[in-house]
């Protein structure tokens, strides 16, 4: 059965870097893409961005363009999304999530990582 | 802001029907398939319906899903206390080349 095991919460200071990282298992990753999205407590869903299926093009949401890096280690079938100059603001739970595919749409996610950025 | 509007909250009493409206654009939902998901308290979403009015294996027919326009709705009939939880639409939008997601409803049984 198709499974993304993300990594455990983090605790980080204002201007610091995260990366959290999404393992997949049950299918075969580089036939599908995956994406990022965060959701601050409280808040609805926000979508950071995506990394294509076969070669690793990636598309970010303007709101991240520039802080956000999305890669993925094909031979460890993981993803990653890395967030860098955290603010208090960007404390949230980062999900990453398949992309069911052609017609974007997000079928399976993972448990989700508290990012907690304080000082 | 969110591209996609849905309303902050619909209610009804066990084994009624509710609907969500999901509102957009020509730029996302006139020109785009939309999905929706299910966000129990404490929990990760869940897909429950996918190409406007498809449903992933597993998901029971008392959800359902349409289009028509630049907007999309989803049902529920029978309701039950389980289906307490958050819904939102989501799908791309051309002119942000960026998926979007709606505001969120919560779904309340009484």
Known sequence: QVQLVQSGAEVKKPGASVKVSCKASGYTFTNYAMHWVRQAPGQRLEWMGWINRGNPYTRYSRKFQGRVTITRDTSATTAYMELSRLKSEDTAVYYCARDGGPHWFLDFWGQGTLVTVSS | ?110
């Open chain 2, 1 to 110: 802001q969110s591209v996609l509007t849905q309303p902050p909250s619909v209610s009804a009493a066990p084994g009624q029907k509710v609907t969500i409206s999901c509102s957009g654009s020509s730029s996302n939902i006139g020109n785009n398939y939309v999905s929706w998901y299910q966000q129990l308290p404490g929990t990760d979403p869940k897909l429950l319906i996918y190409d406007s009015n498809e449903r992933p294996s597993g998901i029971p027919d008392r959800f359902s899903g349409s289009k028509s326009g630049t907007s999309a709705t989803l049902g529920i009939t029978g309701l039950q206390t389980g289906d307490e939880a958050d819904y939102y639409c989501g799908t791309w939008d051309n002119s942000l080349s960026a998926y979007v997601f709606g505001t969120g409803t919560k779904v309340t049984v009484l």
